[in-house]
Each structure stands twice: as structure tokens, then as C-alpha cells.
T-cell receptor
Framework: SQQGEEDPQALSIQEGENATMNCSYK?????LQWYRQNSGRGLVHLIL?????REKHSGRLRVTLDTSKKSSSLLITASRAADTASYFC???????????FGKGTRLHILP | DTAVSQTPKYLVTQMGNDKSIKCEQN?????MYWYKQDSKKFLKIMFS???????INETVPNRFSPKSPDKAHLNLHINSLELGDSAVYFC????????????FGAGTRLSVL
């Protein structure tokens, strides 16, 4: 079944550095979404990029989408301790409002 | 006000018991979901309801039965709990349509002993 796969599985960087996470998926999509999950909390939607967009920004977040390679990246610039979380990409199925989540990237920001 | 709220937050119970998790959303959304997140953080959809009607029913044991009394509520009842049911269960809602952006509750951590 269609599923996003994030890479890397885990990432540790120093505060202030940029963090990049990648997502690959298998079939055609209308949009791709990124979510954040802080420890012990529910997922929070960060950004949605449509299939006809190549790049989208939201604050310190930058998302790119390459439909020819079926991949997306999430860049967090000037990372902060509060960015420590798991990040998931999600791709919708073309029916029933169902979206499939990847396995996530665990990001740890070191002080 | 919490947009999607689920109770209880923690649930510890013995094998073989029956338990329920409740979920309510005040966003006016038409679609609600239940997800299961295992110890490796993998998030898997279980059920989805649209306006009280079941639209997604993944391969889930029939010990799990969702119930939607109205479109703002989607409860999950689990019969004859097993050790493998231990996980975090998330409720979510979405408006539906093209974007499918989902709004999640804080989760219910179920531990079956």
C-alpha cells in the first residue's frame, strides 16, 4: 500500500543548525503533509504541499516536493530545543479521506 | 477549548477485560478516525467515520468496535483485551475533501497486563 518512508530514522543536531528530513512515497498523490509529534502528545499538522507546488515555506519550515522522484523534504532552519520531536510525512489515498503516515524521523536538538 | 479530546489519557487493565475510549471533537468536522501507534511509533489507521457512517475499516480484529452516536463523537470499545493491544490510541478528525488535514487528540496509552 502507499506509504511515506522518512529518512533518516533518527537525527541529532546542535541547536542553531538546520535539520533536513526526507520522505519517499510510492504512488501518485494530490498533496503531501508533514506532522510533528512531541513526546507523549498527539500529532500536529505542520504544512501541506500540493502536487503542483515545488516548494512551500512556513516560518522556519521549508518543504519541497519532487513528484518525478516521489520524494519530499522538510527543512527546519535555526533549530531550537523545542523542535525536538518526531516528524511524519503523510500521503492521502484517493478515497475516503484516508491518509497514510510514514514511520517518522526522530529529531533531537542538542543544547 | 481542546479541539479533539479523548478520555481517558491512561488505561491500565488486565487481559480479558473490556474497555472503552471516548473521543469528542468541537471543530464541526464531518470525519473522525481512530489510529493505533505501536512502540516503534508506527501510526496505523483503524477506522474512519463520516457523519456517523463507517467508511474505513482496516484489518482490525472484530474485538474492536467503533461507535459514533453523532458526528462529533467517535468511541472505541475493545472486548477481551490482549497483551498485543497495548499501544497508544489516537482519535483524529478532519473536514474531509481534498486536503484531509487531520487534527489529533492527545492519545490514550493503553497497557494490558
Amino acid at each position: 500500500s502507499q506509504q511515506g518512508e522518512e529518512d533518516p530514522q533518527a537525527l541529532s543536531i546542535q541547536e542553531g543548525e538546520n535539520a533536513t528530513m526526507n520522505c519517499s512515497y510510492k504512488t501518485s498523490i494530490n498533496n503531501l503533509q508533514w506532522y510533528r509529534q512531541n513526546s507523549g502528545r498527539g500529532l500536529v499538522h505542520l504544512i501541506l504541499i500540493r502536487s503542483n507546488e515545488r516548494e512551500k515555506h512556513s516560518g522556519r519550515l521549508r518543504v519541497t516536493l519532487d513528484t518525478s522522484k516521489k520524494s519530499s523534504s522538510l527543512l527546519i532552519t535555526a533549530s531550537r530545543a523545542a523542535d525536538t520531536a518526531s516528524y511524519f510525512c503523510a500521503t492521502p489515498m484517493n478515497r475516503d479521506d484516508k491518509i497514510i503516515f510514514g514511520k517518522g524521523t526522530r529529531l533531537h536538538i542538542l543544547p | 477549548d481542546t479541539a479533539v479530546s479523548q478520555t481517558p489519557k491512561y488505561l491500565v487493565t488486565q487481559m480479558g477485560n473490556d474497555k472503552s475510549i471516548k473521543c469528542e471533537q468541537n471543530l464541526g468536522h464531518d470525519t473522525m478516525y481512530w489510529y493505533k501507534q505501536d512502540s516503534k511509533k508506527f501510526l496505523k489507521i483503524m477506522f474512519s467515520y463520516n457523519n456517523k457512517e463507517l467508511i474505513i475499516n482496516e484489518t482490525v480484529p472484530n474485538r474492536f468496535s467503533p461507535k459514533s452516536p453523532d458526528k462529533a463523537h467517535l468511541n472505541l470499545h475493545i472486548n477481551s483485551l490482549e497483551l498485543g493491544d497495548s499501544a497508544v490510541y489516537f482519535c483524529a478528525s478532519s473536514q474531509g475533501g481534498g486536503s484531509n488535514i487531520q487534527y489529533f487528540g492527545a492519545g490514550t496509552r493503553l497497557s494490558v497486563l
